[in-house]
């Protein structure tokens, strides 16, 4: 199968991972890389042996790309996708789809009249971790799923990240920022939300840069830093999620349990492509460790990128798509929604993942 050319917009923290990954991708090939600030494309290029550094609207321009990475910061998530679109090629984007929903509608509307693909991060859920866990549940192991429970708590980006302004501004906060792994591996194991309800607030309103140069700068919070809700899925499970920049010690709580009617799952943190599953069984002390699907990498981003040029070059549907990130966009929004309204959100998008990739496949059990 013939790579298929692709340029990089943006080309901060996240854009090092994707080029490792894609450097050695059997479908992929960068060929170009832009970004606002030249110099630091630049350094990119030369990090990795890439030939053309362009401005963003000579990159759109050029005939040999058919595909381009957004990796911009969530705020220019829409404008640039649309321009992708516009100027006739693929986009693969990185969380979330966009700020709002307007913006987001608006994505899926271009790429529906151009005929061109949207994929959008995270592709974490392909990983071994969420599909083992995805197989066992379609396979009856723990029976009916019934409930959930997912958690992401901690003290913020302020703490690693040099410059984490954007994490604080629309668009930002612990559910746009890590909302779209967990409820992109709930909706890929248990279907489609039907409604939400949710709290939220910013628990902890002043904030100070703790990394690199502007160690010291105050921050400006200007979204929710602790939401929490519960959700509602089409098939009766109820999930209760909270995500949160404001746990200032270390949180016991598991990252994903599904609870079903013969057993329970834990699962390894979304933010990962592998990891163990355990299971519990009604009555047994014993945790069981079931077998991987697969043979996975702790950070494969991008193989959701090469996921969906394989599924454009056969002409079938690929999975970490728009329809799903929107899903995702609109159950984050509905939080804050529900929280200010004092009522439950019904989700107007839904969206069914595939049958079974690994149908027919036997997963065994070690105890641990």
Known sequence: MERMKAGIIGC??????????????????????????????????????????????????????????????????????????????????????????????????????????????????????????????QSGIIGQPVAATAFLMGRGPEWWHENPEFFYAAGGGPMFDMGPYYLTSLIHLLGPIRRISGSVGIQIPERYIHSGPKSGTPLQVETPTHLAGTLDFDNGAIVTLITSFDIQGASELPRIEIYGTKGTLNLPDPNFFNGDVKLRRPGEENVEVLKPLFECEKNERGIGAGEMVRAIRSEKNHHANAELAYHVLEAMHAFQRSSLEGKHIMLESTFEPDEDLYEGTDITVHPS
């Open 12 to 137: 901060g923290n996240i854009s090092t991972v994707y080029l490792e990954n894609l450097q050695n991708s059997p479908l992929i090939e960068v060929v170009a890389v832009a970004d606002l600030l030249e110099e630091r494309a630049r350094a990119k290029a030369d990090e990795f042996n890439i030939e053309n550094v362009y401005k963003v609207d000579e990159l759109l321009r050029q005939p040999e790309i058919e595909l381009v990475f957004n990796l911009t910061v969530p705020g220019s998530h829409a404008l640039t996708d649309v321009a992708i679109l516009e100027a006739g090629k693929h986009v693969y984007s990185e969380k979330p789809l966009a700020v709002s929903l307007e913006d987001g509608r608006r994505i899926l509307d271009v790429a529906k009249a151009k005929n061109l693909r949207v994929g959008c991060a995270p592709d974490t859920f392909l990983g071994a971790g969420i599909q083992t866990a995805r197989h066992a549940i």
